[in-house]
């Protein structure tokens, strides 16, 4: 193999490595965009005991998203908390991001949008629904809304 041909080998093993990094690195964060972060459920109240509305039932373990185990797309209090950079805010605890007609804060089981994860108030009501599913299932309000459940069960 001569120079010239060892360099363009070169190059090319080169390239494919930077196609391949970029690959790996789109991937990686295309996965954290969609994936809930466990840590996130200790930064709103009752955050691991969110109950699955579906018939399914159980435990809804990523609260911002559509998926209860987290993968996907968020649902509407996924993105309001977003927006509240991640954080259990008063704005974000009066809003009603599902538009079921109660707050995320009555929901989650803190209606006086009082809690904060390290005040050491300790939650003395349980979360009431879920705030990024629209409830009861059957309401006028939630039969003109995607049916969350159907992708479910
Ligand atoms: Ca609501």
Same mark, same amino acid.
């Given at each position: 193999?001569?120079?010239?041909?060892?360099?363009?080998?070169?190059?090319?093993?080169?390239?494919?490595?930077?196609?391949?990094?970029?690959?790996?690195?789109?991937?990686s964060?295309?996965?954290?965009?969609?994936?809930?972060?466990?840590?996130?459920?200790a930064?709103?109240?009752?955050?691991?005991?969110?109950?699955?509305?579906?018939?399914s039932?159980?435990?809804?373990?990523?609260?911002?998203?559509?998926?209860?185990i987290?993968?996907?797309? %968020? &649902?509407?209090? !996924?993105?309001?908390?977003?927006?509240?950079?991640? +954080?259990w805010?008063e704005?974000?605890?009066?809003? =009603?991001?599902?538009?079921?007609?109660?707050?995320?804060?009555?929901?989650?089981?803190?209606?006086?949008?009082?809690?904060?994860?390290?005040?050491?108030?300790?939650l003395? %009501? &349980?979360?009431? !629904?879920?705030?990024?599913?629209?409830?009861?299932? +059957?309401?006028?309000?939630?039969?003109?809304?995607? =049916?969350?459940c159907?992708?479910?069960?």
């Open positions: 193999m001569n120079y010239e041909s060892m360099l363009w080998s070169f190059n090319l093993d080169h390239q494919i490595q930077m196609v391949v990094t970029k690959v790996l690195i789109f991937m964060s295309a996965v954290l965009a969609v994936n809930c972060f466990p840590s996130l459920r930064r709103i109240p009752n955050g691991n005991h969110v109950r699955n509305p579906c018939p039932g159980g435990v809804w373990e990523a609260v911002g998203h559509f998926d209860p987290g993968w996907g797309e %968020l &649902n509407p209090f !996924g993105y309001d908390f977003q927006s509240a950079g991640f +954080q805010t704005s974000l605890c009066r809003l =009603d991001s599902d538009s079921d007609g109660m707050t995320n804060g009555f929901e989650l089981g803190d209606p006086t949008c009082t809690w904060t994860p390290n005040s050491g108030i300790h003395i %009501l &349980n979360a009431t !629904g879920h705030p990024g599913v629209c409830e009861p299932l +059957q309401s006028h309000l939630c039969t003109e809304q995607i =049916d969350v159907s992708t479910l069960d």
